[in-house]
């Protein structure tokens, strides 16, 4: 059964940084995309970023691109999350999420995932 877990949430300053970890475990193979995503109080969740295990490839919504990089360390079976230049608009609550049979790229709508972690909450305020 896949199992992951988000770290590293919490209270930041307006373009401050953040690093969210998600730790994951039993994935049989090599074909899944883990996926970073979002929901604010009063909004529908959204695909924030993704990455491919198998090709590597990477997504990222149009609104945190260039600030936000996704990455992942094998060794330790943990998917991360880089946020720079925070924005109050970045605030909700965070979900690493994996979704299995994924060759090539890796999925962006909430609805495409099947495995959800607990969610970790970052504010971004003065």
């Known amino acids: 059964q896949v199992q992951l877990v988000e770290s590293g949430g919490g209270l930041v300053q307006p373009g401050g940084s953040l690093r969210l970890s998600c730790a994951t475990s039993?994935?049989?193979?090599?074909?899944?995309?883990v996926g970073w995503l979002r929901q604010a109080p009063g909004k529908e969740r959204e695909g924030v970023s993704c990455?491919?295990?198998?090709?590597?490839?990477?997504e990222y919504e149009d609104s945190v691109k260039g600030r936000f990089t996704i990455s992942r360390d094998n060794a330790k079976n943990t998917v991360y999350l880089q946020m720079n230049s925070l924005k109050p608009e970045d605030t909700a609550v965070y979900y690493c999420?994996?979704?299995?049979?994924?060759?090539?790229?890796?999925?962006?709508?909430?609805?495409?995932?099947?495995?959800w972690g607990q969610g970790t909450q970052v504010t971004v305020s003065s």
């Open positions: 990455i491919g295990n198998n090709d590597g490839s990477t």
């Open positions: 999420a994996a979704v299995l049979g994924v060759v090539h790229g890796c999925r962006t709508w909430p609805h495409e995932y099947d495995y």
């Open positions: 039993g994935f049989t193979g090599d074909y899944y995309a």
